[in-house]
């Protein structure tokens, strides 16, 4: 395994712990789909749980860091210029339908840059992660883009509601943080999405950058309304042409 720093093991372990509850609550999802108070409330306790995990075991290593949570865990705390931007299950709608495709995403904001980022698939145990001039990895293997130049072989991810289809195939996933840790793998081309909170992205960021791709320029400061645009370069400007009334 090549080296990475203390940050990210930390980032990484944190997330391993919480998926552990996750998919333990992910196994009784599946199971409440029949009962008639409906599984909801049970997803959104689940969300706190894996979040709480993670906040606690980022505490324990870095008490001082602040924290950008998607549930109620965000706080400023000493140090406001290192945050940890935490989504406990991104793709809460996959899994409150018992739909296996969710992820765990952490990533460190550091002055104003995320300069490290995880997204944990827990059911499928698939871990991508980056750091900054460190190179992206899937599960120990460094991966890159896709070097496909031609559109019509291209796979595209989106999410949200689409007001018009673009000319280009497309893929709903449900789940920002895949999606974008797909386009680094070379699984998916592309990803384009509007209206994204920063927890949503903020890990896809650096681990997209590290794996050679392209994503337009967003500012870290807000955390709602963010816009994203991410591809290889190969193909980068083609596909913001499809999307100029994105």
């Avoid at 406990?88 to 490290?116: M, R, W, Y």
């Avoid at 789940?175 to 699984?187: F, I, P």
Wanted: net charge negative.
């Amino acid at each position: 395994m090549q080296s990475i720093s203390a940050n990210l093991n930390i980032m990484i372990k944190a997330a391993e712990k919480a998926s552990r509850a996750l998919i333990r609550d992910f196994g009784e999802v599946e199971k409440l789909q029949v009962s008639i108070k409906g599984p909801s409330d049970f997803v959104s306790n689940a969300d706190l749980k894996a979040e709480k995990i993670i906040i606690e075991e980022l505490k324990k290593a870095r008490p001082y860091y602040s924290i950008i949570s998607e549930e109620d865990g965000s706080e400023k705390n000493k140090d406001k210029n290192n945050t940890w931007i935490i989504d406990p299950i991104d793709g809460t709608t996959n899994f409150l339908h018992g739909v296996p495709h969710f992820a765990i995403s952490i990533a460190l904001k550091s002055q104003d840059e995320i300069v490290s980022g995880v997204i944990y698939d827990p059911i499928k145990d698939e871990m991508f992660y980056a750091e900054k001039e460190n190179g992206a990895f899937f599960n120990n293997q460094r991966v890159r883009v896709s070097k496909k130049r031609d559109l019509s072989s291209c796979l595209f991810a989106t999410g949200g509601q689409s007001k018009k289809e673009f000319d280009l195939p497309l893929r709903k996933s449900g789940s920002a943080a895949l999606d974008m840790a797909y386009v680094a793998a070379g699984r998916f081309d592309g990803y384009f999405e509007n209206n994204l909170s920063i927890w949503d992205i903020a890990a896809g960021i650096i681990i997209l950058k590290e794996a050679g791709g392209m994503i337009n320029e967003i500012d870290l400061s807000q955390n709602k309304n963010i816009e994203v645009k991410a591809s290889s370069m190969a193909i980068n400007a083609k596909m913001l042409e499809k999307l100029e009334n994105f």
